[in-house]
Structure formats: structure tokens, C-alpha cells
């Protein structure tokens, strides 16, 4: 089976920056669509960012601006946050898809459901 797996989670003050990694660990395969979710306790998942094969991303509004979602040919995927905020802190999740993204208005959808592979989180707290 696919695996991927998140690296660079930690602890961060109010208006610092992390960057966040995901990378198939095991048994690599083309994962064209990828995303980043986070979820607090006692919260549903949602969506951050997304990114389609061709570059092209979407981003949840509360992000916009400050986070820049990115991944190379090999399917390397990457999550710049800056001007991070207390209410950012949360578990940050990578999901991957076999099949490109489904788009909204040209955008890749943020509320696409059927993800074929996911990662077991990395943490991100913001606290001074």
C-alpha cells in the first residue's frame, strides 16, 4: 500500500513561519491532485490548500495570503506558512489523489471528498 507522511510540524510564535513537508514513504505512485488539511479537537477537517498537477492551487480564505502550497515532479509537496496566528495551530494533514483535481470555476475544489491517500499528521502550535 501508499504511504505519505508530513514532516516539519512544531511549535512556532504568533507571526513566525514553518514550512511543512509530505512525501510518499512507501510505494510511490503519481499523486497528480494533493492538499493540506488541518483539524483541532472537536473539529471536522478542512481544507487549507490544494494543488493540481499543473500548479494550479486554492486556498482556504482564511490562509490566503499567507500560506503558499507547492510540490515538484516528483510529487513532493510543500506548505509555506507565514504570519502565523494562535487560531493556525492545529494537526496538518497531507491527502494525495490518484486522479487530477476536480475543479470549481477553474479552481481545484476545496470540498472534494474521495482522496485516495492519506498522511498521519504533523502538529503545528502558535503560542507566545
Known amino acids: 500500500a501508499v504511504e505519505v507522511a508530513e514532516s516539519g510540524g512544531g511549535s512556532v510564535q504568533p507571526g513566525g513561519s514553518l514550512r511543512l513537508s509530505c512525501a510518499a514513504t512507501?510505494?510511490?505512485?503519481?499523486?497528480?491532485?494533493m492538499a493540506w488539511y488541518r483539524q483541532t479537537p472537536g473539529h471536522e477537517r478542512e481544507a487549507v490548500a490544494v494543488i493540481d498537477s499543473d500548479g494550479t492551487a486554492n486556498y482556504a480564505d482564511s490562509v490566503k495570503g499567507r500560506f503558499t502550497i507547492s510540490k515538484d515532479n516528483a510529487d513532493n509537496l510543500s506548505l509555506e506558512m507565514n504570519g502565523l496566528k494562535p487560531e493556525d495551530s492545529a494537526m496538518y494533514y497531507c491527502?494525495?489523489?490518484?486522479?487530477?483535481?476536480?475543479?470549481?470555476?477553474?479552481?481545484?475544489?476545496?470540498?472534494?471528498?474521495?482522496?485516495?491517500?492519506w498522511g498521519q499528521g504533523t502538529q503545528v502550535t502558535v503560542s507566545s
Open positions: 512507501k510505494n510511490p505512485t503519481r499523486m497528480p491532485c
Open positions: 491527502a494525495g489523489d490518484r486522479r487530477r483535481c476536480t475543479l470549481i470555476n477553474g479552481s481545484p475544489s476545496m470540498v472534494y471528498v474521495g482522496w485516495s491517500y
